[in-house]
């Protein structure tokens, strides 16, 4: 078939709602787009452990030790979910870590902020983790089979993520007057940074277009921020937290929360690498991975000799 026809071919079946496959034919740039994105999203989940990692040693009692230590876990598998998805486009996983570690490849803005109280966990699991439900419950329907299966699973974790922060913070809120500032502080801190999560304004998202086209982004990114500024709100209000907006106002018409303009000198900044934390962060991951590279040899060598034996014996 003509590479033209496969296009269109290509484009009809994401139209009917199939789901495309690693063996299917695809376009190049949908392969493309999707490994940058998959990619993308592995290493958010990897350099994510990092903010609350800080933190395992000194929360506040032993029981919110186990749920951090267990939550930074599931961080760590959802990366290996990601990236064992982005593989099945023909990728290898050495040359996606390498790709931000040394490159330019991308990770979410949000990680590169520090996480200076105990606050700051309770409203990552809140803010962040539920910024990441509403965009992967998206991705959930995505056109790729691969990524759209590992989200179903990841957003289940997520959601018992968001609900240990949430409870935590509605704790903190309800707590002494200090604990109450340190809880207001954080959620100060994190709100807009979270609402960047989402990405550029929608006429300033050069990928949109093309991820809608082929149904691998089902909403856009502006859409899915209003989704989750409205349910912020009532959010916020049941645990007596203010966000810090003074824009923020209920339109009668749209039916939506408006909010103020969010800095994004200061996103296009943090992409660029000038965040608060950005070479801290990678910094430590390229520490880890350096130091960690006898453990993949050794792995790889255990698999070979395992591997030469199964077939000495059989
Ligand atoms: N941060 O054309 P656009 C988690 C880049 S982890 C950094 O709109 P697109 C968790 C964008 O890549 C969850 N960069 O892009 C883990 C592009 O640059 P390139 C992480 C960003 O792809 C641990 C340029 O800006 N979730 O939940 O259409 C603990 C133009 O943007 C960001 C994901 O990764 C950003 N925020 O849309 C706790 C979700 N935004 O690549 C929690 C998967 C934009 O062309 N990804 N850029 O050089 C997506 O859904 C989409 O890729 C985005 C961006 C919405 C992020």
Redesign the pocket.
């Known amino acids: 078939m003509k590479e033209n026809k496969m296009h269109q071919r290509f484009q009809e079946r994401i139209d009917n709602g199939e789901i495309i496959e690693p063996k299917d034919w695809m376009p190049k740039r949908y392969r493309r787009q999707l490994i940058?994105?998959m990619s993308?999203?592995a290493h958010?989940?990897i350099v994510?452990?990092l903010p609350?990692g800080n933190w395992i040693q000194r929360a506040p009692s032993l029981n919110r030790k186990k749920v951090l230590l267990a939550k930074v876990q599931d961080?760590a598998g959802?990366g290996l979910y990601l990236y064992s998805a982005a593989e099945t486009l023909g990728v290898s996983r050495r040359e996606m870590v390498e790709g931000y570690i040394y490159g330019n490849a991308?990770?979410?803005?949000?990680f590169n902020y520090p996480t200076l109280t105990f606050a700051d966990i309770c409203v990552?699991g809140w803010l962040?983790?539920g910024a990441?439900i509403v965009?992967?419950t998206m991705?959930a329907k995505s056109s790729y089979g691969p990524y759209a299966r590992a989200m179903i699973r990841i957003c289940r974790e997520?959601s018992f993520?968001k609900k240990q922060g949430y409870e935590m913070l509605a704790k903190m809120a309800s707590g002494t007057v200090g604990q109450q500032r340190m809880a207001q502080d954080a959620v100060n801190r994190w709100w807009w940074p979270t609402l960047?999560?989402?990405?550029?304004p929608d006429d300033e998202?050069?990928?949109?277009k093309e991820?809608i086209k082929w149904g691998v982004?089902t909403k856009s990114?502006d859409e899915l921020r209003q989704s989750f500024v409205d349910r912020s709100v009532m959010e916020a209000r049941a645990i007596g937290v203010d966000l810090p907006d003074p824009e923020l106002k209920y339109n009668e018409d749209t039916g939506h929360w408006d909010f103020g303009e969010i800095p994004w000198e200061e996103f296009w900044e943090v992409?660029k690498g000038n965040g608060p934390m950005n070479r801290e962060r990678i910094r430590a991951r390229r520490k880890a991975y350096e130091e960690g590279e006898w453990v993949r040899k050794a792995a790889a060598e255990y698999a070979r000799k395992k591997k030469l034996n199964e077939e000495k014996a059989s």
Do not use: T
């Not at 960047?196 to 550029?200: V, Y």
């Not at 998202?205 to 949109?208: G, L, R, T, V």
């Open positions: 940058r994105m993308q999203h958010s989940e994510g452990m609350e961080e959802h991308k990770y979410s803005s949000i990552i962040v983790d990441a965009n992967q991705l997520e993520h960047m999560m989402f990405g550029p998202s050069p990928n949109s991820l982004k990114n992409i």
